[in-house]
């Protein structure tokens, strides 16, 4: 049973001008998100900026959307690292706190061999019994996992059930569905190539659009699950200048910028990361503008 199909939201962490995070907006935006039709929750990703946060505001964090979510649909926690043995320690008060499952990010700066994520990822999985979904994301963290590696992981550990593809390579998505012969849940975690992984056995997104358009990035999955192919790929592609807006600067700089335009006020980013350049926000606010949104 996959822990959720559709589209999750990787959600933003709402910050106060003090930049604490402002739990007010939080449970604001968890709500909105919930009546707008999004299938899960995903808090703490990149997206949430999860590598400035403190550990404690990381736990904190994860256990206040359990508890407003209610369990009406599934909380997914971001509780990967480049330190083993911290990505342990976040996993167990994780699943401690009820979360119903975690995605794990591959180790950054410092790497892995193949053999050194086998060994992460198993160690970590081995410590809790709720599901996990590997995160791919060689851009960001200059590690890959081959689909070699995924198909090993996913035969010898068994809460091991998904993978977040963002490689943005097609052609490595085929070789681990033919790898892993339909035993793994595979997710997008490329808002411009949904339907593509859709049409590799993909059974949903880990969508950074669903903050600012939750129920179309619903509504363009299960049109695809549904059997309208045509009409899931013209969503698909009516969405990509809005997607390639939304990633003018490294994320989450832009979807912030874009739920400020929309009045969600979800504040500042944390340092290193800054406001939005004013050409790419003109641009931002163009295609959103050309959207619906504004």
């Known amino acids: 049973m996959a822990i959720f199909k559709g589209a999750g939201v990787a959600i933003v962490t709402p910050m106060k001008e ?52 209610k369990h009406r649909i599934p909380v997914i926690a971001g509780t990967g690292s480049n330190c083993t043995r911290t990505a342990i320690e976040l996993s167990r008060e994780a699943a ?11 180790p950054y700066y410092n790497k892995a061999t193949q053999n050194g994520l086998i060994a992460h990822y198993t160690q970590i999985c081995n410590e809790v ?18 689909p070699q590696t995924l198909a090993t992981l996913v035969k010898n550990v068994d809460n091991i059930v998904g993978v977040k593809e ?30 593509p992984l859709l049409s590799l056995g993909g059974i949903g997104v880990i969508s950074v659009l669903s903050n600012v358009a939750p129920t179309y990035v619903h509504d363009m999955v299960y049109k ?41 006020e979800v504040g500042p980013l944390r340092a290193p990361l800054t406001e939005i350049e004013d050409a790419h926000k003109e641009v931002l606010r163009k295609a959103m503008t050309d959207f619906g949104l504004l």
């Open 18 to 69: 003090n930049l604490e995070i402002n739990y007010d907006k939080l449970d604001e935006i968890i709500e909105e998100q919930i009546a707008g039709g999004t299938d899960a929750i995903i808090i703490c990703g990149t997206t949430g900026e999860s590598a400035t946060m403190t550990e404690p505001e990381h736990s904190e964090a994860i256990r206040f959307t359990i508890e407003r979510v």
């Open 96 to 106: 401690k706190d009820g979360a119903d499952g975690l995605l794990l990010v591959t």
């Open 129 to 146: 019994s709720i599901p996990a979904i590997l995160y791919n994301v060689p851009s960001r963290t200059g590690c890959s996992i081959q």
């Open 166 to 195: 963002a490689s943005g390579n097609i052609g490595t998505v085929a070789e681990i569905m033919h790898l892993c012969d339909g035993n793994i849940d595979l997710y997008s975690g490329n808002d411009d190539q949904v339907v």
């Open 224 to 264: 695809y699950l549904s059997g309208d192919t045509a009409g899931s790929a013209k969503m698909q592609l009516d969405a990509i200048p809005l997607c390639n807006a939304l990633f003018c600067e490294v994320n989450p700089i832009p979807v912030k910028a874009a739920m400020n335009l929309m009045g969600k």
